[in-house]
């Protein structure tokens, strides 16, 4: 700003100074002009006279610094000059001065001389013998004039400069303070200057429209972060190198994180070999990419998505999902698959065997009806199986009627013991039915049916020869609970979680000459949940397993309703 | 200048990170084919290891190039002069894994019943060695030590196995050479076991510019 205004004002004053200068120079010259024309005339008249009196010896003597001396004759020709030889000069009749001496005794002129090369005033004086006198004398040219004047106007420049450069100097502090005291805050709330108004209004239209603006940006992130943090997916934003910019809370908790991790390599937080492969293949070659890795037993699904600009992968976005149901479901499915061809395959080998045997007459007479007996039990254990798999296949697609009715306990169980005595008896196992009188439930008959029965099936063919089966049915408040304990081998720890599992066994060696098929505890497992009761397992190996199946009273209200 | 040599950093411990990982990858396959008896298990490794080779001269040369150029002290100097150590641990981890998977290869060992033991060893050498890159990866000064105590483990494991293994000796000879082999893969898991404890007190160097000399 000094320099501004130090510029400006430097400007200003100097196109003032010249033109003072000029105008100056311009009225000295010709006053010097007029000065000097008086000079040399007064000085051409003495030397008229000298010369008059003296003869043309006074000119000789004379010391002539400045002044030139010239005589002529009366025709033009040079007699004498004081700057030159006199035969060598040319003829100066048609001299202006020199002519209108001739003529009125006096002249005068000014001009260029060609001789010397300066401006002369010339004044020249006719004698009294008819010679004319000439006096020379070097006009001050307006250059000499100015030359003289030129250190003083520099001078006075320079000091002017100085006091202008602190005139500027105090001219801008005194403009600016002002400014600098302006609350840009409250930019409307300032009156110092009315010319800077509109550049207030423009800041406050600005600085409003940076609030809005930053306001909407951080609404935004506050979604963003709300949105990322929350969700039950990891999320992780990588730069083109691979380095983190972000991740949200679930990503850090599975990668174990910890608190610093922008800007970190992405390797050093998970570098399996799978997640490396989709990784290089996201950042070189823009590919998508997915996997499935394991995550403290959990299997979470990698989903790599390059960022690109144009052609150029600037970032890439990892999204990692929990797909552990459906691995574990899918699992499932296909065990469920490979048991069930290998469960019906089984007797499906017995059956042919028996019947090609037959068919090639290789059996004795005596020994057909044993074979015709295996066959028998075979395709009978066929018929339970296909049966089993319909009705857990019924249960999977909720086909089954779940309208409820009023069922009495003790009855059904009483039922099943009788329709089960039979099996009890080969095995020498006492069954025993022990409940408080009446017990009603209301709820799906079937349902309940074929989780007594698979209970208690089980509990007398997983028993030892001649052991006991209690079969224990108690009202309380609010449920019904079924207690189905038996003192067979019992189930080892490792096994108990797993034996609701379709077609698993605990021993997979005997599972054969025990019978069943290995989906009893899947269907009172699915038939319980419809119901929404709760079984319980306690069960020491060598000692006996104890089922314990909690019906809630919800079930019986609901059924009420609907009776 | 500075800007590229942290650059420069950032790459050395990615290409660490990487070769860290291809060990990782190389003694868990070399465990599969012990697992499952697979003499095809050899090739896999041996591609591996061949790439952790590639690795070594990669990330040697880099180091040798910052350490030319950057003249680099302190801190640096440590992490630098470490990787250049700790790399040949590592490609001395693939290549006891290329020789267990060669071992497997032969079929002497693939009916072994007495395996478990020796697969015991085999996953607590890993975690050794998962732990030593994790530490690295983390410049954690407590998971490097975790390491070097777990080697204690590894060490009583190897034990147990040869005395089991002497005494099978003594009471069958038939199977000398099936005995020797489950011998030699023990010992390169022993082995194994070392490098990463080597890893790990390059790690603390790296980390506390205090060098401990092996424990035992």
């Known amino acids: ?563 | 200048m500075r800007l590229k040599f942290d650059e420069e950093l950032n790459n050395l411990n990615r290409e660490m990170i990487l070769m860290g990982s291809m060990c990782e990858d190389a003694i868990n396959t070399a465990i599969c084919a012990l697992i499952k008896g697979d003499p095809e298990g050899h090739k896999n490794v041996s591609a591996i290891v061949t790439e952790i080779s590639h690795k070594e001269r990669e990330i040697e040369d880099m180091c040798l190039k910052l350490l030319m150029q950057q003249q680099p002290v302190a801190t640096d100097l440590r992490t630098i002069s470490s990787a250049l150590k700790m790399v040949s641990d590592l490609e001395r981890i693939g290549d006891q894994s290329d020789d267990i998977a060669e071992i497997v290869s032969m079929q002497n060992v693939s009916d072994a019943d007495d395996k478990y033991e020796i697969l015991d060893l085999g996953q607590a050498s890993s975690r050794m060695v998962t732990g030593a890159v994790d530490a690295f990866v983390k410049r954690d000064e407590k998971a490097a030590r975790a390491v070097i105590k777990e080697d204690d483990t590894v060490d009583d494991y190897f034990d147990k196995i040869k005395k089991e293994l002497a005494k099978s000796i003594q009471t069958d000879e038939t199977g000398l050479e099936k005995t020797l082999d489950l011998l030699m893969i023990s010992k390169y898991f022993e082995r194994i076991g070392d490098h990463a404890v080597n890893i790990a007190q390059w790690v603390i160097f790296s980390v506390t510019g205090i060098l401990e000399g092996n424990t035992k």
């Not at chain 1, 008819?130 to 004039?145: K, M, S």
Request: overall charge negative.
């Open chain 1, 1 to 563: 700003m000094t320099r501004q205004i130090f510029k400006h004002m430097l400007i200003l004053i100097t196109v003032a100074l010249l033109v003072a200068f000029t105008a100056v120079l311009g009225i000295l010259y010709s006053y010097f002009g007029v000065v000097q024309e008086g000079q040399v005339k007064a000085e051409a008249k003495l030397a008229a006279q000298a010369v008059e009196a003296e003869g043309i010896s006074y000119l000789e003597n004379l010391d002539p610094d400045t002044t030139r001396v010239t005589l002529v004759a009366s025709d033009g020709q040079v007699i004498y000059d004081s700057e030159a030889d006199a035969s060598t000069l040319e003829n100066h009749a048609d001299r202006p001065e020199i002519k209108e001496a001739l003529v009125s005794g006096e002249g005068m002129s000014t001009r260029f001389s060609g001789t010397l090369l300066k401006s002369f005033v010339y004044c020249a004086e006719r004698l009294s013998d008819g010679t004319v006198l000439r006096i020379a004398e070097p006009r001050d040219t307006a250059l000499n004039i100015a030359a003289g004047m030129v250190p003083f106007v520099l001078m006075l420049l320079i000091i002017l400069m100085v006091c202008m450069w602190f005139a500027a100097r105090r001219v801008a502090a005194r403009i600016t303070e002002p400014l600098n005291r302006l609350d840009l805050d409250h930019p409307m709330e300032n009156d110092e200057y009315e010319e800077i108004s509109p550049l207030l209004k423009r800041i406050y239209a600005q600085q409003k429209q940076i609030a809005d603006e930053k306001g909407r940006l951080v609404r935004i992130e506050r979604d963003f972060t709300a949105v990322t943090q929350h969700m039950a997916e990891g999320l992780i934003l990588l730069d083109e190198e691979g380095r983190v910019l972000n991740m949200n809370n679930k990503a850090g908790k599975l990668l174990n994180a910890g608190d610093v991790y922008i800007g970190m390599d992405i390797l050093a937080l998970e570098r399996r070999e799978k997640f490396r492969e989709i990784l290089a293949g996201a950042l070189e070659e823009g590919e998508h990419g997915e996997a499935i890795l394991p995550y403290d037993r959990l299997s979470y699904q990698v989903d790599v998505t390059p960022v690109m600009d144009g052609k150029k992968v600037i970032g890439t976005v990892v999204l990692l999902f929990d797909v552990t149901e459906r691995e574990t479901a899918e699992q499932m499915r296909r065990e469920f698959t490979a048991n069930v061809s290998h469960e019906l395959k089984t007797p499906l080998h017995t059956i042919s065997g028996c019947a090609e045997m037959l068919e090639s007459g290789g059996v004795r007479p005596e020994d057909q009806k044993k074979f015709v007996h295996l066959i028998y039990t075979q395709v009978q254990r066929m018929i339970t199986l296909v049966q089993d798999i319909l009705y857990i296949s019924h249960l999977d697609e909720g086909a089954v009627d779940m309208s409820c009715s009023r069922i009495d306990m003790c009855l059904m169980a009483d039922k099943v013991i009788e329709s089960l005595s039979q099996e009890a008896e080969k095995k020498h196992v006492g069954v025993s039915l022990d409940s408080d009188g009446e017990v009603i439930y209301y709820g799906v008959a079937r349902l309940t049916e074929s989780i007594i029965f698979n209970l208690i099936d089980n509990a007398i063919k997983y028993n030892k020869e001649g052991g006991e089966v209690h079969v224990r049915l108690r009202a309380a408040a609010h449920t019904i609970t079924l207690q189905v304990s038996d003192n067979g081998i019992g189930i080892p720890e490792e096994d108990q979680t797993r034996i609701f599992e379709r077609f698993y066994r605990v021993d997979k060696s005997r599972s054969r000459e025990i019978g069943g098929t290995g989906l009893g505890l899947a269907i009172v497992k699915h038939a319980a949940m419809l119901q929404n009761a709760q079984i319980r397992l306690d069960s020491q190996p060598g000692r006996g397993s104890t089922f314990t199946v909690v019906f809630p009273e919800k079930a019986t209200d609901e059924a009420e309703a609907a009776v």
